[in-house]
């Protein structure tokens, strides 16, 4: 069975300090996707970045960067100089290869993250 | 190109009653999902249409149904509405396959007097 865990269920920050935030999978299957999604208080899902098991390479995005390590199972990301604006939940979630490309995300129980100004 | 929208917004029902949740992919999207999101079990996945077709499916009793119409929209219905029913119901939509990004609308909250 595929398994997403968030351990930080809340995370309070001053602006502009950098924060991280964890993810650890689980899943048997070899080929899989790790997704991050933020979702505001107007309720929708907004997708972050999407990372496949065969890539390791870190990614930065602006003030965003995750870091992908197999060897823990671990999905981090991690937020350079916070801001007010990114007050939000965050979801880890988990994708396999399912049978005639069916979809199907495994989602962590989400970080709540406030930035203080 | 517009994002994927779920109506309506807020919904309140009794117990008993069955309700029907709309939601428009973005086009050119195939593939739709429901989600269930609670804030004691989190996110959890309905199913997924593709072509008209289920082609996966969560845990959820049989009172949870659903279907895909030929243009890709999908609808969702609950029947026999329990307290427990109240939540965020989500819906997604993509191209075909695991790899690809599910893109969420603003959901459906559903609230069971």
């Known amino acids: 069975a595929q398994k997403v865990t968030q351990a930080q269920t809340e995370i309070s920050v001053v602006e502009k300090e950098d924060v991280t935030l964890d993810c650890v999978y689980e899943?048997?299957?070899?080929?899989?996707?790790l997704f991050w999604y933020k979702q505001p208080p107007s309720g929708e899902l907004v997708f972050l970045i999407r990372r496949n098991s065969f890539d390791e390479q870190n990614e930065i995005s602006g003030r965003y960067s995750w870091n992908f390590q197999k060897s823990t199972s671990s999905f981090n990301f991690t937020i350079t100089a916070s801001q007010v604006v990114d007050s939000a939940v965050y979801f880890c979630?988990?994708?396999?290869?399912?049978?005639?490309?069916?979809?199907?995300?495994?989602f962590g129980q989400g970080t709540r993250l406030t930035i203080n100004p | 190109k517009a994002g994927v929208t779920q109506t309506p917004r807020y919904l309140i029902k009794t117990r008993g009653q069955q309700v029907t949740l709309s939601c428009s992919p973005i086009?050119?999207?195939?593939?739709v999902s429901w989600y269930q999101q609670t804030p004691g079990q989190g996110l959890q996945f309905l199913f997924e249409y593709f072509s008209e077709t289920q082609r996966n499916k969560g845990n959820f009793p049989g009172r949870f149904s659903g279907r895909q119409f030929s243009n890709s929209r999908s609808e969702m219905n609950v029947s026999t509405l329990e307290l427990g029913d109240s939540a965020l119901y989500l819906c997604?939509?993509?191209?075909?396959?695991?790899?690809?990004?599910?893109?969420f609308g603003a959901g459906t909250r559903l609230s069971v007097l």
């Open positions: 979630a988990l994708s396999g290869l399912i049978i005639q490309g069916a979809q199907k995300l495994v």
């Open positions: 899943t048997r299957d070899t080929t899989y996707y």
């Open positions: 086009s050119g999207h195939r593939s």
């Open positions: 997604a939509s993509s191209l075909e396959g695991a790899k690809n990004i599910q893109y």
